[in-house]
């Protein structure tokens, strides 16, 4: 019995060490700009989609794919603020919202397009043999999951603390108009926060893909389950949102071995509503006062 | 009793058609469809048009109405009607329990909830396979017959849907330009406000969720019935998008404009045959297209415009000011 919950929980913080940056991307675009972007998911299928395609079609080395992968999925995230987001600036939340959803079929419908409906899969980045750990079992991927998402999260931290460029789109977030008058470009604040996001994105794409093959439409979900993770940790606090996804990778790891397995997707998603009903700040954030 | 013009001119329209182009294609079998998506989309405008909340799971209730009535006949052998009816009963009775939390809850969270909402409900259709038949569906349901004239031919289905979603349209109308329905836009513009004036905000919103779902619940019934097989496909994620794009293209607040949407979004794929594979891609496009450049939407930018050119005034109508257009040509 402690042996399966082990590998349940091993498994859980693989999964919810790519929630957590999908999470980590949501926060960052909606500190910047207070718009919840729903196309986040797509920037996990570009970058997992397109690096199969660089190395598999064109014979590129899987790194040198992946680089590109992640190049492209910068670009595609810096034309989302600066095509769909940036003229709609002002607009209500269910607009920001209803472009973003917009924004993610059109990246999918591309990729369908591109790609057509096949899953496609990814050799291991080292190796398929197993380690072992008591009873339970890793892969190298796994390893791979984990340590990356723990360098990149600790890049986002350092960026955000200790550089010029995270400290003025902190600045803008809290306050645009203030941060424009101490002379910060605020639209390339935007942009560079947009860009930070989408290869937060494409990167755990790209380390998953290895373990969970990647589709077409293989962002929907983790971009929903993201999301959850974001407001499970309190919407707008980056270190809340990389505690919310490992969270719910544990939970849906554990429920998923120990309840049911075809519920997993259900008990996210209920833990989330219970989260919204008893706590709306999250279980990490500070609770919040409207301005009226 | 001017705001029902355009009802009548509906009305008129619809009954027509399968006159004048009797067993056509696109008029007995798409405008079925499209007079049911009318049904959805109407319904939740009176939620996100009129009263301002979204809701992304809109699907998950129109999917209780048709897994109640698939069940219920198939498997314990009712009547169609009753089925209906407990559909209904079920529908109000999840609604009302959530209504109260979600409703609570604004902006993002409220958009996330209802997408969460709308998650579970599919997941539950899936999972409870000895009941639903799983991802695979569930056939063989009875079709509804009235006194004896049973609705077995696309036509009768065409007579059938279209009065039900005049009638639903009709309701509609009557709800906006009533007392409820101006509390609703009071709340759309600022809950603060509103319960200043004396609104019940909560029951307002309470009331408005609950009736919306008991539409889409009806909607689910009927799509049961006349398509005589249902799966959770018909009920995802993606079909509650959709519905939010017919009320966002046709332009939110506007009764007129959901229907105009649900008509445009349901021949458009039918058109697109040709362009299959960009079918995704083009809608995807629209939805963002239509928020960036015409976020007040098509029935009331072409609206617009056709009052400038009339008035030959240079007069831009604000965005989405959540001024409902058949109360503003009533008054006039």
């Known amino acids: 019995m402690f042996d399966q919950i082990l590998q349940f929980v091993l498994t859980g913080i693989t999964v919810g060490a790519t929630y957590a940056l999908v999470a980590l991307g949501f926060a960052i675009i909606f500190n910047a700009s207070d718009v919840v972007n729903f196309s986040q998911g797509e920037f996990v299928m570009i970058g997992a989609m397109s690096t199969i395609a660089f190395s598999a079609g064109e014979g590129l080395p899987l790194w040198l794919a992946a680089v590109g992968a992640v190049l492209l999925a910068i670009c595609v995230g810096m034309m989302l603020q600066r095509f769909a987001i940036a003229p709609a600036r002002g607009a209500s939340v269910v607009t920001t919202i209803i472009i973003t959803i917009g924004a993610s079929i059109f990246l999918r419908g591309v990729a369908l397009l591109l790609w057509g409906k096949d899953i496609f899969g990814m050799p291991h980045f080292s190796g398929e043999q197993p380690i072992q750990i008591g009873e339970a079992t890793l892969l190298p991927q796994n390893l791979w999951v984990m340590g990356g998402a723990a360098v990149l999260v600790l890049g986002v931290h350092y960026f955000f603390n200790y550089t010029t460029n995270g400290k003025a789109i902190l600045a803008c977030s809290c306050n645009r108009t203030a941060a424009h008058l101490v002379g910060i470009n605020v639209s390339m604040m935007m942009l560079i926060a947009y860009g930070l996001s989408a290869l937060l994105g494409s990167l755990a794409g790209i380390l998953v893909a290895p373990i969970t093959f990647t589709s077409y439409d293989a962002g929907v979900m983790l971009g929903l389950k993201g999301f959850s993770a974001a407001i499970l940790g309190g919407m707008g606090n980056p270190m809340g949102a990389v505690a919310g996804g490992l969270l719910l990778g544990l939970i849906e790891s554990l429920a998923a071995g120990l309840i049911s397995s075809g519920y997993k997707d259900a008990i996210g998603f209920i833990i989330l509503l219970l989260v919204l009903f008893l706590r709306p700040s999250g279980i990490f954030g500070k609770a919040s006062t409207e301005r009226v | ?332």
């Not at chain 2, 496909?233 to 939110?252: A, H, K, P, Q, W």
């Not at chain 2, 105009?260 to 083009?282: D, K, N, Q, R, S």
Request: aromatic share 10%; with cysteine.
């Open chain 2, 1 to 332: 009793m001017s705001y029902l013009r355009g009802f009548y001119l509906l009305t008129a329209a619809a009954l027509l058609l399968p006159l004048v182009f009797p067993d056509n294609y696109y008029v007995t079998v798409v405008g079925v469809t499209a007079a049911l998506h009318a049904i959805l989309a109407v319904s939740l405008n009176l939620l996100m048009g009129y009263a301002g909340q979204i809701s992304l799971g809109h699907a998950g209730f129109f999917g209780i109405g048709a897994y109640a009535s698939a069940i219920l006949t198939t498997r314990y052998g009712w009547n169609p009607w009753p089925a209906i009816l407990a559909g209904l009963v079920l529908t109000g009775i999840i609604a009302f329990a959530l209504a109260r939390p979600i409703l609570r809850l604004k902006g993002h969270y409220l958009a996330m909830a209802t997408l969460g909402l709308g998650i579970i409900i599919n997941i539950v259709l899936v999972q409870t396979g000895e009941l639903t038949g799983g991802p695979d569906g569930l056939g063989g349901i009875p079709t509804l017959s009235l006194f004896g004239w049973n609705v077995n031919s696309d036509l009768r289905w065409y007579i059938v849907i279209v009065c039900v979603m005049l009638l639903v349209v009709w309701l509609a109308l009557n709800i906006i330009n009533s007392r409820s329905g101006r509390a609703l836009r009071a709340l759309h513009g600022s809950e603060v406000a509103a319960e200043m004036m004396g609104i019940n905000t909560t029951a307002t919103k309470t009331g408005v969720f609950v009736l919306a779902a008991l539409i889409a619940s009806l909607a689910g019934s009927l799509f049961a019935y006349q398509q005589s097989f249902v799966s959770p496909d018909s009920f995802s994620f993606f079909f509650s998008i959709e519905l939010v794009t017919m009320v966002v293209l046709g332009g939110m607040a506007s009764t007129y404009g959901a229907i105009m949407g649900a008509v445009i979004l349901t021949f458009l794929p039918e058109l697109l045959v040709v362009f299959e594979e960009y079918e995704v891609m083009i809608f995807g496009a629209i939805l963002m297209l239509m928020m960036i450049f015409l976020p007040q939407g098509l029935f009331v930018g072409i609206q617009s415009l056709l009052r400038r050119v009339g008035r030959n005034r240079s007069e831009l109508a604000g965005p989405d000011t959540g001024e409902p257009e058949e109360s503003g040509r009533g008054a006039a």
